[in-house]
């Protein structure tokens, strides 16, 4: 069993940056994937980034360029660094951590981009 906690959203401007947090507990995050997702108001879950076991990394379009995806398993923690915000990517953001039919999600954080 894997408890994931997600935090560092908040209200940004466009152009602003945050970073996401997804702090784990019960088992070492080494052997999940571990990946990003986001839903905004009335629209469909998406995938934003992923991180594998060997640290290969893969991002929406949408997100290339601009978000970065990355993991301290010492800290067992997992984190997505995002620069240059826009007004669509105002979402919940929840982490996820994946490891053959185990999968386990967070509760979510809200970022909201807007002037």
């Known amino acids: 069993q894997v408890q994931l906690v997600e935090s560092g959203g908040g209200l940004v401007q466009p152009g602003g940056s945050l970073r996401l947090s997804c702090a784990a507990s019960g088992r070492r995050i080494s052997i999940y994937t571990m990946a990003w997702y986001r839903q905004a108001a009335g629209k469909q879950r998406e995938l934003v980034a992923t991180?594998?076991?060997?640290?290969?990394?893969d991002y929406a379009d949408s997100v290339k360029g601009r978000f970065t995806i990355s993991r301290d398993i010492a800290k067992n923690t997992m984190y997505l660094q995002m620069n240059s915000l826009k007004p669509e990517d105002t979402a919940v953001y929840h982490c996820?951590?994946?490891?053959?039919?185990?999968?386990?999600w967070g509760q979510g954080t809200q970022v909201t981009v807007s002037s």
């Open positions: 991180i594998s076991s060997d640290d290969i990394t």
């Open positions: 996820n951590a994946r490891w053959t039919v185990f999968s386990y």
